[in-house]
């Protein structure tokens, strides 16, 4: 782990190696650390091009794109964590559209 990972409090999957993936929904996977600059208003974005979710009727995968945007205040949500989140829906038996809005709401939480 670098000097820079070791300085940056509360993210400990960001150069680790040993990371456990989570096969279900799990939003205890998202780190967040301090914003540097908070004086400035920017976007972050972050693009999931192959996020999937399970059809709660049919069992089969459900497809989307996500496209995550925000302007970061005090904390930012760190992107390691974020795929390993967005990976956990891989099993989660929820409509993708019903996804969005819990992902919303656990990053909204997170700040």
């Not at 205890?28 to 208003?41: I, T, Y």
């Not at 972050?44 to 996500?66: M, R, Y």
């Not at 005090?74 to 891989?90: G, H």
């Amino acid at each position: 782990m670098s000097n820079t990972e070791k300085e940056i409090k509360g993210v400990t999957l960001l150069g680790n190696q040993e990371v456990r993936y989570h096969y279900d929904y799990d939003p205890s996977v998202l780190e967040r650390f301090e914003n540097k600059h908070q004086g400035n208003d920017y976007f972050v974005k972050f693009n999931c091009p192959e996020f999937t979710s399970l059809c709660p009727i049919t069992g089969q995968p459900d497809f989307a794109t996500i496209y995550i945007a925000y302007v970061p205040n005090v904390y930012m949500v760190e992107s390691k964590s974020l795929k390993l989140y967005l990976f956990s829906f891989r099993n989660h038996g929820d409509f993708h559209e019903d996804c969005m809005n819990i992902i919303m709401k656990d990053l909204i939480k997170l700040n």
